[in-house]
């Protein structure tokens, strides 16, 4: 009978012992989010401020996503603007910017206009770079 109460013993303690681990794991994959979610938003506060800025020949609308990679143990932040120039002539452009806030620097970039679209990340250029290759292109960074 000690036999047997001590074996079921052993095995909850072998099964408590994995969950403990995997939850200290997923606390500090959570504490890293957050402290890549509060970064950014400092970041794009202190650059953009409410995400509307105002210029003589246009109006810049941005946004913001942040990203924590666990895989790459980086902070990302995907910073999108929608520029809207005064002249009724000229047509909106889309920005796209990926930042490295880890290492601060610039990881990609893609543009989106009248004239076409093109995007770089990573050291390479990409022509004729549509908004589906460029979402292909980011998913590296932004899965975990």
Request: hydrophobic share 30%; proline share 3%.
């Amino acid at each position: 009978m000690i036999h047997k109460t001590l074996g079921i013993i052993i095995i909850c303690v072998l099964f408590l012992l994995p969950f403990n681990v995997h939850s200290s794991e997923l606390k500090e994959d959570n504490e890293l989010q957050v402290k890549c979610e509060k970064q950014c938003k400092e970041f794009f506060e202190k650059e953009y401020g409410n995400g509307t800025l105002k210029f003589p020949e246009s109006t810049d609308i941005y946004s913001y996503k942040n990203y924590y990679n666990k895989k790459m143990d980086k902070c990302f932040i995907l910073l999108e603007a929608n520029v809207h120039p005064k002249d009724p002539e000229k047509s909106m452009i889309i920005f796209r910017k990926l930042l490295d806030m880890t290492e601060n620097k610039i990881q990609g970039i893609y543009v989106s206009g009248k004239a076409g679209t093109s995007c770089y990340l990573s050291g390479t250029d990409y022509k004729d770079c549509s908004n589906q290759k460029w979402n292909d292109l980011l998913k590296p960074y932004m899965e975990e």
